[in-house]
Structure formats: structure tokens, C-alpha cells
């Protein structure tokens, strides 16, 4: 994504005569929708579903990080460094080189209350978690304290070795294949049927060649008992796939029925429909601001996510 070209986060700024700082805090709207545009359009999604999550400690701590880190990175051999790489090397690539771009979705208190069904009273014991693109791992780090065992996956073997060098296990692959994780991984634990208790997915969706191929990748991973998806997808969906360089971006091979002039609601309706083709089930949506410090800036950029809390649909 062209994050300096994306819709800066809006914030606002609460001036007080005893304090020396501003206090920045997102916007409400940021995670509200139109619930009466949901009602009676599809049998498979009721207003109910909504989960309304909140800016909250977790969310502000990340502003303030990215604020700091981007008065860090000013400096002409920084930006210089970064258009170079840029020049040369994807998106994601450059920022895992450089330590850049990073980016926050849910805070932990948000993945407590989506995933509660699971993780419960925090009791870890055995929980497996697969974490699909996960990035330089900033994100995947909050789910340490509700799993036992964490597994990764990367397209970019950047950002492959970083999530190895924290400690994570992490195949580089583009396809999610049980075969092929469980030959990469090589542990008694991860056999034929290989089963998550949870598979996160967070902004991948719009971003890989086989979008309806890797639902239902993921559907397969998932403890038929259990199992949740957590998925985030940025709205409105305008996908592509990161070519070897910055400037050159590919076609997917699949696509999801989305113009990308939808509203976020509409957007919603339409996905749900899709997850329902490939035998998943909605238990609860939510939105969220999808949140990217922008290098050597002291800002944050902002995207829309629809966060999806999904099952294996039984009936399929």
C-alpha cells in the first residue's frame, strides 16, 4: 500500500491548560456503522453479529509509539535509504529491512473480547494459533499470552526471518496447503489433520492471488469443534498482489465480487456472502481503524477494517 497516500488517520487533539501534551485519541465513528442498512439483507448476517470494539489503552499506546518512532527516523540518510529500497524492493520487503511500517489492528484487550470462546479465562494450555502474513510480528506478539503455540507464515522472506529472529515459527509460503505446513514445520505436534484453534488472518485478503482459495485453506485449519477465523479485510477492497519492486503491482487470480465503491456496509454484505460460498459462518463483525506509522513522520495513516469472527459452517 502507498501509505503516504493513504487517508491520514483523524485524531483529535484536547488541549488543556495543565497539560504540556496534546492527548490524541481516534475518532468514535472509526468503529461504528449503519446497523439499519444490515437488517433483513442477507439470512446469514444480523445486526446482533455487530461487536462494537472502542479505542482503548492499547490503540493510544501504538499512536504514541509511532509518534515517537517517526521523530526517530527523520533525517535525510533515513528517507534516502527508504527510497532506494523502495526503488528496488517491495513494499513489505523495505520495511522489514529498514524496521519500518509498522502497524496496529487489534489491541490485546480487543482479542480477548473477539476471541473469548477460545482463549476463555486465559488458560493457554495446548491453544494453537496460525497467524497468516504475519508481517514483522508486532501483531502476532499480542496473542502470545492466550497461545501455547504459535505458527507464522510470510510471502516475504524478510520478514519470514525477522518473525524466526523473535522467536516465531514461521513457512515461507504462499499457500496454506496442510501437506506443505506440516512437511515446513516438522513437529510431532503438527500431523495430518493439521487443526488451529484459531487461524488469523489480518489484511491479507486483498493482497494474495486466490483469495476464495485461502478461505477455504483457512476453513480446513480450523478445529471442526471450535476453531475460529479471525479475519480483517480492508474496505473498500482494492486488491493486488506486491510485485518484487514497489512501483509494479500484479493482478490477483481470484477475485471477490467488490467494485470498491461500495459503502463499508454494503462491502460487509457482499463478503459475507462470499465467506458463505466456501462453508464458513459469521459469529461476530466489528470495525476498526487499521492503523501504519508512516516513516519519518509523526503521524499515523488510517484504513477501514471489517473484522470478521468466523466458523466452519456445519451444514457444509
Not at 502476532?140 to 507464522?152: D, M
Not at 462470499?274 to 484504513?303: I, N
Request: net charge negative.
Amino acid at each position: 500500500k502507498n501509505w503516504t497516500k493513504a487517508a491520514i488517520l483523524e485524531l483529535r487533539q484536547d488541549h488543556s491548560d495543565e497539560e504540556e501534551d496534546d492527548e490524541y485519541l481516534v475518532a468514535d465513528t472509526a468503529y461504528t456503522c449503519d446497523l439499519t442498512h444490515l437488517e433483513a439483507s442477507t439470512p446469514h448476517l444480523s445486526p446482533r453479529n455487530f461487536l462494537r470494539l472502542y479505542a482503548d489503552q492499547g490503540t493510544q499506546e501504538f499512536l504514541d509509539y509511532a509518534a515517537r518512532k517517526g521523530e526517530r527516523e527523520r533525517g535525510f540518510v533515513q528517507s534516502i535509504s527508504y527510497a532506494l529500497l523502495g526503488a528496488m524492493c517491495s513494499v513489505t520487503t523495505t520495511n522489514g529491512l529498514m524496521g519500518t511500517g509498522q502497524m496496529h489492528v487489534l489491541s490485546s484487550a480487543h482479542i480477548e473480547t473477539l476471541l473469548r470462546s477460545v482463549i476463555g479465562d486465559g488458560n493457554r494450555d495446548d491453544l494453537k494459533l496460525l497467524d497468516v502474513g504475519a508481517g514483522d510480528g508486532n501483531v502476532t506478539q499480542k496473542f502470545v499470552p492466550y497461545f501455547s503455540h504459535i505458527v507464522t507464515t510470510e510471502a516475504s522472506s524478510v520478514m519470514a526471518n525477522n518473525l524466526r529472529k523473535r522467536g516465531f515459527k514461521s513457512v515461507e509460503t504462499l499457500d496454506l496447503d496442510s501437506s506443505i505446513l506440516v512437511k515446513a514445520l516438522n513437529e510431532p505436534r503438527y500431523v495430518e489433520p493439521l487443526q488451529f484453534d484459531v487461524v488469523s488472518c489480518l489484511n491479507v485478503l486483498d493482497r494474495c492471488y486466490k483469495p476464495l482459495t485461502l478461505l477455504r485453506q483457512m476453513r480446513g485449519l480450523l478445529h471442526p469443534e471450535h476453531g475460529l477465523l479471525l479475519l480483517a479485510v480492508v474496505l473498500p477492497f482494492k486488491p493486488f498482489v506486491e510485485s518484487v519492486v514497489s512501483w509494479v503491482q500484479n493482478e490477483p487470480e481470484e477475485t471477490l465480487p467488490l467494485d470498491g465503491d461500495e459503502t463499508w456496509e454494503d462491502s460487509v454484505l457482499t463478503l459475507v456472502e462470499a465467506f458463505t460460498s466456501v462453508g464458513l459462518r459469521v459469529k461476530s463483525f466489528s470495525r476498526v481503524p487499521y492503523l501504519c506509522s508512516v516513516p519519518g513522520e509523526s503521524r499515523c495513516c488510517s484504513l477501514d477494517d471489517a473484522i470478521f469472527v468466523l466458523t466452519q459452517d456445519s451444514a457444509q
